[in-house]
């Protein structure tokens, strides 16, 4: 079964977007990563990306029918969406909160995320390489 890597809104302009905070990774560059990072890994890596709230929900749904786990960047769904909370706790597959930036160091409105008590763990601040660490995470407690 594969791991899910779920991206939320304007990651799609990663590259482009702010890259002193964000890097100069695009999105491609990243699932690129991932993927081969997979391999290493032994899983198959689905990943996706949309600008939309409803699509996150629907795909954490699909997730917990179908995948083992999910590393999801939610963006700044992160720090407003109950929808994304409740959906992952409606899964039963774990599922790791990550992002690009230490959001801890950004402004105050990024300190709170809403989905964090619904997930087993959360990385932050290590740009690309955060999702590597979170593929790992997810395979030390999927095997
Ligand atoms: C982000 C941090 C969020 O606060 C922001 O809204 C993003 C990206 C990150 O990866 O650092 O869109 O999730």
Known sequence: SPLFVLNGPNLNALGKREPGIYGGHTLADI?????????KLGFAVDFRQSNHEGDLVDWI???GDTAVGIAINAGAYTHTSIALHD???????????LHLSNVHAREEF??????????KGVICGFG??????ALHALSSITK
Do not use: D, F, Q
């Open 31 to 39: 699932e690129a990563l991932c993927t081969a990072e997979g391999e």
């Open 61 to 63: 749904h699909e997730a």
């Open 87 to 97: 959906a992952i706790r409606a899964i039963k597959i774990p599922v790791v909160e």
């Open 110 to 119: 990024r300190h709170k995320s809403m989905i964090a008590p619904a997930v």
């Open 128 to 133: 690309a390489h955060s999702y590597i660490l």
